[in-house]
Nanobody, 121 residues
């Protein structure tokens, strides 16, 4: 299973950016999808997650500004980032909990390669 991210880049504070992540490979279903980020010198932290039923969870720091959504048919999920701040600058990683076989409930965790988001003040 491979996760490929896109959409990162340089944006001014107050602007918007949309990240995308597409999963491919041996996939029966994706239980949950998420976005995490890691700023220089800091640990990786959760940004947002969305379950197969559409339940979402956000870090307090992005609530009201970021929105996670998913397109199950395309195994793709998005992070719409609005009103970005310099402190949102980080490498953003997508994550997926993937079920590979229809006859097994076992699932595995996969990560994308990361995409840089830089917010200028």
């Amino acid at each position: 299973v491979q996760l490929v991210e896109s959409g990162g880049g340089l944006v001014q504070a107050g602007g918007s950016l949309r990240l995308s992540c597409t999963a491919s490979g041996s996939i029966y279903s994706i239980n949950a999808m998420g976005w995490y980020r890691q700023a220089p010198g800091k640990q990786r932290e959760l940004v947002a997650t969305i379950t197969s039923s559409g339940n979402t969870n956000y870090a307090d720091s992005v609530k009201g500004r970021f929105t996670i959504s998913r397109d199950n048919a395309r195994n793709t999920w998005y992070l719409q980032m609005n009103s970005v701040k310099p402190e949102d600058t980080a490498v953003y990683y997508c994550n997926a909990d993937v079920r590979a076989k229809y006859y097994s409930l076992a699932s595995w965790d996969y990560w994308g390669q990361g995409t840089q988001v830089t917010v200028s003040s």
